[in-house]
């Protein structure tokens, strides 16, 4: 992994392009610290996709199984997170 100041990112930039498609990441920093990555679009891709070391519930529950760990299995209702109905809100209280 490559890393370089906002100003010589700024200077470089078609360079980096190319290590960029190629397959490297680039760390751009500001005063020494990390601001941002340059990486690949595949990459960036599935990691937003949640492809490669995304959560895996299957894999959770799995694991928690053998562990010996049983979850209590419970009803959530599919308006759980819905907004209250106006008339409830203006209710007083009893």
Known sequence: ???VSIREA???FE???QSVEQGETVTVTRDGKP???LVPRI???TV???KPGGYDPEAGEAYLRSKGI??????VSTDFDDPLPEDF???PFP
């Open 43 to 45: 990459e960036a891709l």
């Open 15 to 17: 360079e980096l392009a």
């Open 89 to 91: 809100l203006l209710r």
């Open 1 to 3: 992994m490559k890393t």
């Open 10 to 12: 700024q200077d470089k």
């Open 70 to 75: 049983v979850r209590a299995k419970g009803f």
């Open 48 to 50: 937003l996709q949640g």
């Open 35 to 37: 601001v941002l990555d």
